[in-house]
Nanobody
Framework: QLQLVESGGGLVQPGGSLRLSCAAS????????IGWFRQAPGKEREGVSC???????NYADSVKGRFTISRDNTKSTVYLQMNSLKPEETAIYYC??????????????????WGRGTKVTVSS
């Protein structure tokens, strides 16, 4: 019913860029905050970035200045532009949604709906 599907992952060299997409089906994203998370091999899942319903954004310190999150509600899609990628950022990247009409998004917030992830490999 409520589904999120990530795409855009793949193999990229260190210093390269990728653009991930998170598309919603079964619902529209207008009233949802969206977060991007990642889980590297052997590590806990961590928050990367989130975007509120009013397009206010937050970023993890480790990606600030290199990643950009954006949303296009007409397409029910959220994007994550990732630049200057590092090998340690190899991970499965997930998008997630939470119903939240107002205010900033928070990576510490509980997100209710999750995609299955898209794999990003940063390697030479």
């Amino acid at each position: 019913q409520l589904q999120l599907v990530e795409s855009g992952g793949g193999l990229v060299q260190p210093g390269g860029s990728l653009r991930l997409s998170c598309a919603a089906s079964g619902f529209t994203l207008d009233n949802y905050a969206i977060g991007w998370f990642r889980q590297a091999p052997g590590k806990e899942r961590e928050g990367v970035s989130c975007i509120s319903t009013s397009a206010r954004t937050n970023y993890a310190d480790s990606v600030k200045g290199r990643f950009t999150i954006s949303r296009d509600n007409t397409k029910s899609t959220v994007y994550l532009q990732m630049n200057s990628l590092k090998p340690e950022e190899t991970a499965i990247y997930y998008c997630a949604a939470v119903l939240k009409m107002f205010g900033l998004c928070a990576l510490s917030e509980r997100y209710d709906y999750w995609g299955r992830g898209t794999k990003v490999t940063v390697s030479s």
